[in-house]
């Protein structure tokens, strides 16, 4: 079946250290979601990708979507306290072409920032 | 976004009995779905809930053991049955509005004695 994989697993940084966040699809994916979980919170919806090559900005945050429409990467610029939690990727999940608006979440990257 | 709550926040259990979940949105929605969350891990669908039909399970979930209702577009429950230690997990409902974004609810915490 479909698998999103994420990298990587955890992710130290010293605040103000840039961080980046992998995830591949081993099939093609019509569109990527990204979501946000604070320590103790439930997933928040950040932005989805659509297009072939798109990038998209939100602050600090830069979310890309690969050519081929089966990686995505996340990346935080000059991190800061607030960004901690942990950040997963999804993609429709396909059931004989159709999705039914399932998602197929990654394993997640648990982003730690050091004061 | 859709502002989703759920209830109980937690609850402690003890092994055999069940328990019932609520899902409330503030808006109606097409689809409904149940996640189980284990500690520092990914999210497992359960199933997937729709108004009016039978919800739809994914490997390793059965009805039996995870009774779904959906009575109308804003409402679902999750019971958990005859449970035991290895059910203790957070249980998430999330809604789609039709963009294909998820709107999850704030969580319910069970621990199985």
């Known amino acids: 079946g479909q698998q999103v994989m994420q990298i990587p697993q955890y992710q130290h940084v010293q605040e103000g250290e840039d961080f980046t966040t992998y995830c591949n699809s081993s099939?093609?994916?019509?569109?990527i979601q990204w979501y946000k979980q604070r320590p103790g919170g439930h997933p928040v919806f950040l932005i989805q990708?659509?297009?072939?090559?798109e990038v998209k900005k939100q602050k600090r945050l830069t979310f890309q979507f690969g050519e081929a429409k089966k990686n995505s990467s996340l990346h935080i610029t000059a991190t800061q306290t607030t960004d901690v939690g942990t950040y997963f990727c999804?993609?429709?999940?396909?059931?004989?072409?159709?999705?039914?608006?399932?998602?197929?979440f990654g394993q997640g990257t648990i982003l730690t920032v050091h004061p | 976004s859709a502002v989703i709550s759920q209830k109980p926040s937690r609850d402690i259990c003890q092994r055999g009995t069940s328990l019932t979940i609520q899902c409330q949105v503030d808006?109606?929605?097409?689809?409904m779905f149940w996640y189980r969350q284990q500690p520092g891990q990914s999210l497992t669908l359960i199933a997937t809930?729709?108004?009016?039909?039978?919800?739809?399970?994914e490997s390793g979930f059965v009805i039996d053991k995870f009774p779904i209702s959906r009575p109308n577009l804003t409402f679902s429950t999750l019971t958990v049955s005859n449970m035991s230690p290895e059910d203790s997990s957070i249980y998430l409902c999330?809604?789609?509005?039709?963009?294909?974004?998820?709107?999850f609810g704030p969580g319910t915490r069970l621990t199985v004695l």
């Open positions: 999330s809604a789609d509005r039709g963009g294909n974004e998820q709107f």
């Open positions: 099939t093609t994916l019509s569109n």
């Open positions: 990708l659509v297009k072939s090559g």
């Open positions: 999804a993609g429709p999940s396909r059931a004989g072409g159709t999705s039914y608006g399932k998602l197929t």
């Open positions: 808006s109606q929605v097409t689809m």
């Open positions: 809930a729709n108004q009016g039909s039978e919800a739809t399970y």
